[in-house]
């Protein structure tokens, strides 16, 4: 008995010392700050997006014809409030709404870079406008915000990079590696005509890029749990999107004397069934870059977690929601409350985690559900993207650019949940990213395609700030 208690004892010290070796051996990744030249903030940037949000360049659904009226007066509009940019760049529209500008690099033997944004937004709840400090697309400025749908997703950021374009070229700057920006007009709809089309394009001209950035990425503040710094998550990765339609199909019947096997009640048996059976948790790229970075900068105990992902990745990656996610979304059947339904629909949205994919989800409703289902894909849908790597110079830029412009920031490479327009340019892009710095908070992250949208004014200036730093990088 004494030797087994040795042994046992003998088994916890080794366990005790490999974590405490491991957890000691994970240090920090974050790169020095630099010191940077002060820009001259543009006067009337405010200004530019309160008009930038005044017109209504709203994505409604995939059937619905653009509003010319909004989408070409903001054209113009970017034209009159950016001069310089509008004679120097060259502009491309695709599919008639989506602008493709080219800024001249000084050397035609690097690489150029791609800077995405998008001009959609979302519709705006009606019944919702009592709530909104100001209304949606008025595009009030305030003592500290600037206000109305679009000042988060996405026209801060197209307004961004269009005042420290014309920041730049004010200052006879040009770059040595030839830019484009590229802003779609239906981002929020999936990007087929705008984004998509756009990669297309430079796929068919033959354009190869260093790097491509868009949206997706942010400045997280008190978002963790007892980690009180600020956290700048790059999305090196992001998740793929699939509905489908559970459809049951019956012969109904007299609510008096209901069959056995229910239209609705099989309907709901199966969305139990899913929401019980979820997919696994999975430690995959780029979580593991995640795991490192974050790690590092947590108090000991925690960083012992991240730092023995063998041991203990189980809590942390459901922390991080690092699976295939089911929802249940919408639910359709029924005519009359004593008439059994002779169809029944339910939508089910997933957000598939890299390494599975809209197949192999398929695969997991039907082993899932009861028989006497169908499972048909519904609308939009696309596979989980490529996984971008951190050794490039680009991301050295991108990083070098974050901390010397937001150096109490922690910057963490990550992968998003949602859906964002880079997804299609791995193909003309060595490595594409999501960040640029909207800061996020538990108060402010419900604004996103919801209630009292608006952006700190503080904020705004330092997207532009950082905007105009990071095309600087790429002299």
């Given amino acids: ?50 008009k930038a949000v005044q017109y209504k360049t709203i994505s409604f659904n995939e059937d619905a014809i653009p509003d010319s009226t909004a989408f070409n007066g903001f054209h113009q509009f970017l034209s009159e409030a950016y001069p310089l940019l509008h004679q120097t760049l060259e502009l491309e529209k695709i599919n008639g709404y989506s602008l493709l500008y080219k800024w001249q690099g000084s050397d035609p033997s690097q690489k150029p870079i791609v800077l995405l944004s998008h001009q959609d937004v979302v519709p705006v709840d009606q019944p919702t406008l009592s709530e909104w ?55 929020e709809l999936g990007g087929n005509k705008g984004a998509k089309a756009i990669a297309s394009y430079l796929k068919e001209n033959g354009i190869s890029a260093a790097m491509t950035l868009d949206e997706g990425g942010f400045l997280a503040q008190n978002m963790i749990p007892d980690f ?7 999305n090196l990765a992001e998740k793929g999107y699939a509905s489908f339609d559970l459809i049951v199909k019956t012969s109904g019947g007299h609510s008096s004397a209901p069959p056995e096997d229910n239209t609705l009640g099989m309907l709901a048996q199966a969305i139990v069934d899913l929401e019980n059976n979820q997919l ?141 327009d880079a997804r299609y340019f791995y193909d003309v892009s060595d490595d594409v990213y999501r960040f640029y710095p909207i800061r996020i908070g538990p108060d402010s992250m419900t604004r996103f395609h919801g209630i009292d949208e608006k952006i700190g004014k503080e904020n705004y200036k330092e997207m532009i700030v950082f905007c105009y730093n990071l095309i600087k990088r790429f002299d």
Avoid: C
Avoid at 161 to 186: C, N, R, W
């Fill in 1 to 50: 008995m004494k030797k087994v208690l040795l042994t046992i004892l003998g088994l916890i010290v080794v366990l005790a010392a490999i974590l405490v070796f491991n957890t000691l051996s994970l240090t920090s990744k974050q790169v020095e700050a630099e010191p940077l030249e002060a820009m001259e903030f543009p006067k009337n940037a405010f200004v530019n997006l309160s």
């Fill in 280 to 420: 696994p948790y999975k430690l995959v790229k780029p979580l593991d870059y995640q795991f490192e970075y974050m790690g590092a900068e947590m108090p000991f105990f925690k960083k012992m977690a991240f730092a023995n992902p063998w041991l203990f990745k189980g809590p942390v990656l459901k922390a991080l929601n690092a699976h295939t996610t089911t929802a249940p979304t919408i639910v359709e059947g029924g005519v009359k409350d004593n008439v059994i339904p002779t169809v029944g629909k339910a939508t089910i949205n997933f957000r598939i985690l890299p390494g599975e994919t809209i197949e192999s989800v398929k695969e997991h409703i039907k082993k899932t559900i009861g028989d006497g289902i169908d499972v048909e894909l519904s609308g939009f849908a696309t596979n989980p993207s490529p996984a971008s790597g951190i050794d490039s110079d680009a991301f050295k830029n991108l990083e070098k650019t974050i901390r010397s412009v937001f150096p109490e920031a922690v910057v963490v490479p990550g992968l998003i949940g949602g859906g964002t």
């Fill in 228 to 234: 009180d710094k600020t956290v700048a998550m790059v």
């Fill in 133 to 187: 400090e100001a209304g949606p697309f008025e595009g009030k400025i305030t003592d500290s915000h600037v206000i109305g749908r679009g000042t988060l997703d996405d026209k801060s950021s197209l307004m961004a990079l269009m005042e420290s374009v014309e920041t730049l070229l004010k200052e006879s700057f040009t770059p040595k590696q030839t830019i484009y920006l590229a802003f779609g007009h239906d981002e």
